[in-house]
């Protein structure tokens, strides 16, 4: 079964295209199961285990800053282990991470978790993703509504190398432009990616 890569700035609208994917492969007549994962529990784990901040620091306005460079190692490589335990033939799996180094994620991702897999990646101006992931962290709960502070935003994930990324992993690529409200003209964006799954799905067009 092919896992589906949703990757991107914080705030960029992975859990929104999550769902729009969803219902998609549901009207195509997609019956297995469908789960997202992310990293952020296991970095919260971290946190909350690193009660003397050796490989982290907080923000005075809240968010947290990732001190110890090889913490981004780690986390790809927990989520790797968590994608290798949820393959089954009946699940379709959505992996879910922002990074400002995509490649170096990647280098930690198992050819079993790769295989016949599908990178999405949701591209939205830097300034419009802070904008929601402010608002997400006053306006809703759960682990969705963590706060990326503007710093960390700045500091990590203004640019990242999304561009250069089919030079090192061998999965088909898309990129969908998310930065208005025009939820229809996502749809439509995300159609080519509905496309290509529901051929290795076996689904109806």
């Not at 295989?115 to 759960?142: H, M, Q």
């Not at 088909?172 to 995300?190: C, T």
């Amino acid at each position: 079964m092919p896992n589906v890569f949703l990757i991107g700035r914080p705030g960029c609208g992975k859990s929104i295209v999550y769902k729009l994917l969803a219902e998609q492969l549901r009207s195509r007549g997609y019956r297995g199961e469908l789960m997202r994962v992310d990293d952020f529990p296991i970095l919260k784990r971290i946190f909350e285990q690193d009660v003397e901040q050796k490989r982290h620091r907080r923000f005075p306005g809240g968010g947290m800053k990732i001190t110890d460079d090889k913490i981004w190692d780690d986390l790809s490589m927990a989520l790797n282990e968590q994608a290798l335990k949820l393959q089954s033939p009946n699940r379709l799996l959505f992996i879910e991470f922002s990074r400002d180094s995509y490649a170096r994620a990647f280098r930690h991702f198992s050819p079993d978790v790769m295989r016949d897999s599908v990178i999405l990646y949701i591209d939205a101006p830097f300034d419009l993703c802070w904008e929601r992931n402010a608002r997400r962290a006053r306006e809703e709960k759960g682990l969705d509504a963590h706060l990326v502070s503007r710093e960390e935003m700045e500091l990590t994930y203004l640019h990242d190398d999304h561009e250069e990324l089919k030079k090192y992993v061998k999965m088909s690529m898309f990129m969908v432009r998310n930065d208005s409200d025009d939820l229809k003209g996502l749809q439509a964006e995300l159609g080519k990616v509905v496309d290509k799954l529901s051929g290795w799905l076996k689904l109806s067009s």
